[in-house]
């Protein structure tokens, strides 16, 4: 981008950490926190990949609620279609208040909460989270027929895998 500075950037590696990355803003420094045996190689690619997922955080990026129900839209077209109506929620929307879930769905009132926590993650995982939400519309609990709908979901079990490395990782265990 014409006139944006580079920022300085603080590598700073941890024994604690096997694969998680994070980074943040320190006022005019970015903080980049890698895993202690990372290779030269993986530091220059993690710094690069942080720098650009803070870019698009502090840019809003497309993470809009409105982009959410096109998601959901598109989920429910191609994993729940035979549902019709009781698969379409009345309300999706990103929350800042849900610490303790990556998500939440009230079907009484058919509305999903997504929250604010996996708005930098890959698409995929956005997806599987609100896959997850849609198929409790149909199915409330956590029974053999609701994992068989989120099941149709191709990464359903990658997905689940990622959320359950980032909370490990944030010790703070989350779940849905
Ligand atoms: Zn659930």
Same mark, same amino acid.
Not at 18 to 30: I, K
Not at 161 to 175: D, F, H, I, N
């Given at each position: 981008?014409?006139?944006?500075?580079?920022?300085?950037v603080?590598?700073?590696?941890?024994?604690?950490?096997?694969?998680?990355?994070?980074?943040?803003?320190?006022?005019?420094?970015?903080?980049?926190?890698? *895993?202690?045996?990372?290779?030269?190689?993986?530091?220059?690619?993690?710094?690069?990949?942080?720098?650009?997922?803070?870019a698009?955080?502090?840019?809003?990026?497309? $993470?809009?609620?409105?982009?959410?129900?096109?998601?959901?839209?598109?989920?429910?077209?191609?994993?729940?279609?035979?549902?019709? #109506?009781?698969?379409?929620?009345v309300?999706? $929307?990103?929350?800042?208040?849900?610490?303790?879930?990556?998500?939440?769905?009230?079907?009484?009132?058919?509305t999903?909460?997504?929250?604010?926590?996996?708005?930098?993650?890959? #698409?995929?995982?956005?997806?599987?989270?609100?896959?997850?939400?849609?198929?409790?519309?149909?199915? *409330?609990?956590?029974?053999?027929?609701?994992?068989?709908?989120?099941?149709?979901? *191709?990464?359903?079990?990658?997905?689940?895998?990622?959320?359950?490395?980032?909370?490990?990782?944030?010790?703070?265990?989350?779940?849905?």
């Open positions: 981008m014409a006139g944006a500075r580079h920022p300085v603080e590598v700073r590696r941890s024994q604690r950490r096997r694969r998680t990355v994070s980074a943040y803003r320190d006022g005019e420094r970015v903080v980049v926190l890698i *895993p202690d045996q990372f290779s030269r190689a993986e530091e220059s690619e993690w710094v690069d990949r942080m720098l650009a997922r803070l698009a955080r502090e840019g809003r990026f497309a $993470r809009s609620d409105d982009d959410l129900f096109g998601r959901a839209t598109r989920l429910r077209g191609l994993y729940l279609a035979e549902y019709g #109506d009781r698969a379409i929620p309300s999706v $929307r990103w929350v800042t208040n849900q610490n303790g879930r990556w998500g939440s769905c009230t079907p009484a009132d058919r999903i909460r997504i929250s604010h926590r996996i708005q930098d993650m890959p #698409d995929w995982v956005i997806d599987y989270v609100l896959l997850h939400e849609l198929a409790h519309l149909i199915v *409330p609990s956590h029974n053999a027929r609701f994992w068989a709908l989120v099941g149709r979901y *191709p990464k359903a079990e990658r997905a689940r895998g990622y959320l359950e490395g980032v909370a490990a990782a944030s010790g703070s265990p989350l779940g849905d």
